[in-house]
C-alpha cells in the first residue's frame, strides 16, 4: 500500500495497492479514498492534512499485516486442561444476525421497554430465543443451559426468559407491526397475492383450558390442540399470524386477520389465496370489497348437481398454452404422453347464495394426466391392499381418507333384510367408480377477470405455505408444546413466526442467483449453521471444529461476516460481535 496524491489547490488523497498482472508486470488499483485535503481537516479537525493521510496509511499497512501473519500455538501433553478455559463454542448464529437486524427488532424492542417495567435485557433475549428456535429447537429451559456454549453467552436467567414471554405476549400486534415495516423496505415485499392457512399444534396433556382446545388434529392425535393461522406473501415469507383455541371453526379465522393487515399494515387491496377448508360464502363475500379478492380451492363433489356434471364431462377440454381454439376429449388422452400437459375448463355462473342475489362466480376445471396417473397408480396399490383386508375379514373402521378400507362394502344383513350370521366383504365398486371419475381433476373458484395461466399460476404456489407450516413442526420443534400458560404460549408462537421469517429470508438470500439444482433447503441450512463450532484457543483465538463446506462458505459470504478462517482472532471476533450487536 502506498499513499497517492493529486495535485491542485485542494490535494486529492488515496491510498493504492500494488498488484501484479497475469500478463507481466505490476499495476495498481484504488485501495481506499480518504477524501481532499479540506475535506479531511474539516472531517477530522486536523491542521496537517498529509500528515493524516500518512498516518492513515501506517495503520492500514500494520491491520493488514497483522490480518496475515501465521498463528502459532503450543500445546503442552503433560498440563492438565482448565475448567472453562478449553472448550468448544458456537459460532454459527452469527452468520444470521446481519439480516436478523434488518427485521426491525432492535426499534421493537426498544418501544417494548419505553411501556413495561422490567430489569432483563429484551432485545438480547428475544435475539437469541430465535437463533436457539431455528438451530437448536427445545424446552425454555434447555435453550438456557443451551446458550451458554455460544460465543456471546447472556447472562440472563431462566426466569427472566418466562417474564420475557409474558411482555411479548402483550405486544404481539406490535411485533407483526414492526416486522412488516422493517421487512417492507429491506426484502420487498410482494403482498399483491398473499396466502392464508392454518395448522394446528398439540400438548401432551388431557385436560383442556381456555387456549389448549380439544379439537380435529391435523396429526389425528386425541390430545388438547392449539391452532395457528398464518398469511405468506408472494415471495413465500411469512406476513402475519394469529392463535386461536383448538376448537375454533378455521373459517371464522380469516376475516380478523385480514383486519389486523388493514388496520396496522395499511393493506386492504389484495387477492387472498386459500384452501377450500377456508373458503366460505362469507369469506368469499367478505374478499370482494374494497380492492380484494380471492382464488380459492373448489370441492367437486361440494358443488350443485348442474355444475358437478359439467365438471366431469370428457369433452370440451382446452389445453393450457394452446395457441388454437381446439377443444379435446380428455377419455382419448394418451396419460403417459401427455402428462406433462394441463388441460382446463371454464365458466362463469350466477345463483343465489347465502341471501346473496346472484352471485356470480368463475369456475376453473382443470385435468393433469400426471396426477391422474399418480392417482390410479395409488389406487392400485389401495385395491390390493383391501383385497387381503377381505381375505383376513379385517373390519376396523376407516381412520383415514387414503384408509384402504373406504374402498371395502360389508354386507351386514341378507337380500332379504334379515341380519345375516355372517358378514360378507367385497370391493365397493361404486366407491371406485367414482374416485375414477374425479382422477386429475381439480377446481379453483375466483371473481378474477385474468388468464386462467396466471391464476393456475398464482394458485399453484400455495403449496409453499403448507412448507412454512412444515418447517416449524420438523425443523424448529414447535410441538409438543411444554408451557402452560396462554400469554407464554402465544409469545411462543411469535418466536417461532419471527424464526420463520428469518429463515426463510437467509434461504431466499443464499439461493439468489443459483440454479434450480444447487438450492439450499431449510434443513441444509439449518444443519450447516447448527454444525458451526469453534475450538477455543486460549489467548488466541477460535479454531474451526467442524468441516469446510460450500453451503458455510456461502453463508459467511452472503451475511458478511467472515468466521469461515483457518482461525478467527480473539480481536476480531470481539469486533464482529460488537458489530452486530449495535446494528
Known sequence: MYLSVTKGKDPHYYILQS??????????????????????????????????????????????????????????PHKKIEARQWRTVHCGHLVLLPLYNKLGMAKFSAEVSARHRFKFNFADILCKLVMCRILFPDSKRATRECLDDFVDAP????????????????????LQKSLYEATKKELSRRTGVIYYDCTNYYFEIEKEDTLRRYGKSKEHRPNPIVQMGMFMDADGLPLAFCVNPGNTSEQQTLKPLEEILANEFNLSEFVVCTDA????????????????????????????????????????????????????????????????????????????????????????????????????????????????????????SRQRQQDPRRLI??????????????????????????????????????????????????????????????????????????????????????ICFIALLLLKAFQKQLNEGLGEEQRYSS?????????????????????????????????????????????????????????????
Request: aromatic fraction near 10%.
Open 523 to 583: 434443513e441444509q441450512i439449518i444443519n450447516a449453521l447448527a454444525g458451526m463450532d469453534y475450538n477455543v484457543v486460549r489467548g488466541t483465538g477460535y479454531v474451526p471444529a467442524y468441516s469446510a463446506t460450500a453451503l458455510r462458505s456461502r453463508s459467511c459470504e452472503v451475511s458478511g461476516v467472515q468466521i469461515d478462517t483457518q482461525i478467527v482472532l480473539n480481536r476480531k471476533m470481539r469486533q464482529y460481535i460488537k458489530m452486530l450487536k449495535k446494528c
Open 19 to 76: 498488484f501484479r498482472k497475469k500478463e507481466g508486470g505490476t499495476s495498481s488499483k484504488k485501495y481506499m479514498d480518504l477524501g481532499t485535503a479540506s475535506y479531511i481537516r474539516a472531517t477530522y479537525g486536523c491542521s496537517d492534512a498529509e500528515a493524516w493521510a500518512r498516518q492513515k496509511l501506517k495503520e492500514v499497512n500494520d491491520s493488514i499485516k497483522e490480518e496475515n501473519a501465521s498463528v502459532m500455538v503450543s500445546y503442552n
Open 277 to 396: 377448508g377456508l373458503a366460505s360464502i362469507d369469506n368469499r363475500l367478505y374478499n370482494t370489497a374494497e380492492g380484494r379478492n380471492y382464488i380459492v380451492t373448489q370441492s367437486i363433489p361440494g358443488l350443485p348437481k348442474q355444475l358437478k356434471d359439467w365438471a366431469l364431462e370428457k369433452t370440451g377440454w382446452k389445453k393450457l398454452g394452446d395457441k388454437c381454439d381446439r377443444t379435446y376429449d380428455i377419455s382419448d388422452l394418451d396419460l403417459e404422453v401427455e402428462k406433462e400437459n394441463l388441460y382446463y375448463r371454464e365458466r362463469w355462473f350466477k345463483e343465489n347464495r347465502s341471501n346473496v342475489r346472484e352471485y356470480e362466480e368463475r369456475l376453473i376445471v382443470t385435468f393433469s394426466p400426471k396426477y391422474a396417473l399418480y392417482q390410479r397408480q395409488l389406487r392400485a396399490q389401495h385395491i390390493e391392499k383391501a383385497l387381503r383386508m377381505i381375505e383376513r375379514k379385517s373390519e376396523k
Open 155 to 174: 447472562d440472563f436467567s431462566l426466569d427472566d426468559i418466562y417474564n420475557f414471554l409474558e411482555v411479548l405476549a402483550k405486544e404481539i400486534t406490535l
Open 409 to 494: 362394502a360389508t354386507a351386514h344383513c341378507t337380500c332379504d333384510g334379515e341380519a345375516a350370521e355372517i358378514s360378507v366383504m367385497s370391493l365397493d365398486l361404486e366407491v371406485i367408480e367414482k374416485e375414477e371419475a374425479m382422477d386429475g381433476l381439480n377446481c379453483v373458484a375466483t371473481r378474477l377477470d385474468d388468464s386462467v395461466g396466471e391464476i393456475l399460476h398464482v394458485n399453484g404456489f400455495r403449496y409453499e405455505i403448507e412448507h412454512l407450516f412444515r418447517v416449524t413442526k420438523t425443523e424448529f420443534d414447535a410441538r409438543p408444546v411444554y408451557l402452560r400458560r396462554e400469554d407464554r404460549i402465544r409469545a411462543h408462537f411469535a
